[in-house]
């Protein structure tokens, strides 16, 4: 998931972070804490590694000193705000091989781009360009993909092409993002008021979201909880 998934998916962006999505399980995080500690990683920031956080909906950070990953830094979360459980995130993901028995699965497009929906600047236009160069990639336009750009774009002009394409299913979904009333209409500038006032919508919604977990973190560091670890 994150920026490197954004890459794969092409809508390229430079990270030198590894975002990852995982079980919350004792067994999945003995696993990966032996795939960190080959990655001489460290934990650079509260909360600790414990699977209560991580349930909380926590990001725990670490930071890789293996000589082949130098200052590769690496966050983990096993729960997103509007986002799915892990379960049905791993029914839906997506294999990409770089060789034969070597590869990575992603978030599916779907869950990734509600995954970066939130307070943050940068997430939303790469959000655009997630779902544009889907729609620029794809040569035949299934009903399940024009049911998803709809749900998704944020391109007036891509939404508007769109809505006259399949002017039904934008009626229908109108009751769902009433946006696209604005695009049936053709009205561009009403659809550019609608994507922004839709954005600051979510971002608040996401800021109280993660208020309660801010707090916590916040409780930790005045406790005096060691701020960075070896794994």
């Known amino acids: 998931m994150g920026g490197q998934a954004c890459v794969l998916y092409g809508a390229a962006e430079f990270s030198r972070d590894t975002d990852i999505a995982v079980l919350a399980s004792q067994k999945n995080l003995e696993l990966l804490k032996g795939a960190l500690q080959e990655l001489q990683a460290t934990r650079i920031a509260v909360p600790p590694f414990e699977i209560a956080y991580l349930q909380k909906g926590h990001a725990v950070h670490f930071r890789s000193y293996h000589p082949e990953a130098e200052r590769i830094r690496i966050d983990v979360m096993s729960v997103m ?89 934008a009626g229908e979904l109108s009751s769902v993002r009433p946006l696209l009333v604005a695009a049936l209409k053709g009205d561009e500038h009403a659809l550019e008021e609608g994507l922004a006032a839709e954005q600051q919508q979510v971002r608040e919604i996401d800021r109280a979201y993660w208020e309660p977990l801010r707090q916590e973190l916040e409780e930790l560091r005045r406790a005096g909880y060691p701020p960075e670890e070896p794994v």
């Open 81 to 169: 705000r509007g986002v799915e459980s892990f379960e049905r995130l791993w029914e839906r993901r997506v294999r990409v091989d770089f060789s034969p028995g070597e590869g990575v699965d992603l978030l599916s497009l779907a869950d990734l781009v509600r995954s970066k929906k939130t307070q943050r600047d940068k997430d939303w236009p790469m959000i655009r360009r997630l779902v544009e160069a889907d729609y620029l990639s794809q040569k035949e336009h299934s009903a399940e993909k024009v049911r998803f750009w709809l749900l998704e774009s944020r391109t007036p002009r891509m939404l508007m092409e769109l809505a006259r394409q399949a002017q039904a299913l």
